[in-house]
C-alpha cells in the first residue's frame, strides 16, 4: 500500500507553466507504476501521462510536446512538468499509483488555466 499527496497546483496563465509533485509514502515506492490523471465536473477522468518502475513514460496526445512525467526514486516522489499550459488543461489532477490490481490515489491539486 502508498499514500500519495500532491502538490504544484494553482492559478497560471495560458502559456504559462508549472511542475506538479506526487510525494509517496508507505510502501516500496521504486516498484510501483505512477500516473497523473485529471478530471473536471462533469467529464470522466482521463490519463495525463504514465511511467513504469523501469522509467518508460507515455504521454496523451492532448498533451504530448506539453507535458513530461518524471520520477525520482531517492526521493519517492513523481512530477509532472506543464509548458505551454492552455485554458483547457484546467483540471483537478491526481496522481495514481499501480502495482498489479492494487490501485491507490492521491486527493488531487487543482490547476487553472486563465487569463
Known amino acids: 500500500q502508498v499514500q500519495l499527496v500532491e502538490s504544484g497546483g494553482g492559478l497560471v496563465q495560458p502559456g504559462g507553466s508549472l511542475r506538479l509533485s506526487c510525494a509517496a509514502s508507505?510502501?516500496?515506492?521504486?516498484?510501483?507504476?505512477m500516473g497523473w490523471y485529471r478530471q473536471v465536473p462533469g467529464k470522466q477522468r482521463e490519463l495525463v501521462a504514465v511511467?513504469?518502475?523501469?522509467?518508460?513514460?507515455n504521454h496523451a496526445d492532448s498533451v504530448k510536446g506539453r507535458f513530461t512525467i518524471s520520477r525520482d526514486n531517492a526521493k519517492n516522489t513523481v512530477y509532472l512538468q506543464m509548458n505551454s499550459l492552455k485554458p483547457e488543461d484546467t483540471a483537478v489532477y491526481y496522481c495514481?499509483?499501480?502495482?498489479?490490481?492494487?490501485?491507490?490515489w492521491g486527493q488531487g491539486t487543482q490547476v487553472t488555466v486563465s487569463s
Open positions: 508507505g510502501s516500496i515506492f521504486s516498484i510501483y507504476t
Open positions: 511511467i513504469t518502475a523501469g522509467g518508460s513514460t
Open positions: 495514481n499509483a499501480v502495482l498489479g490490481s492494487f490501485s491507490s
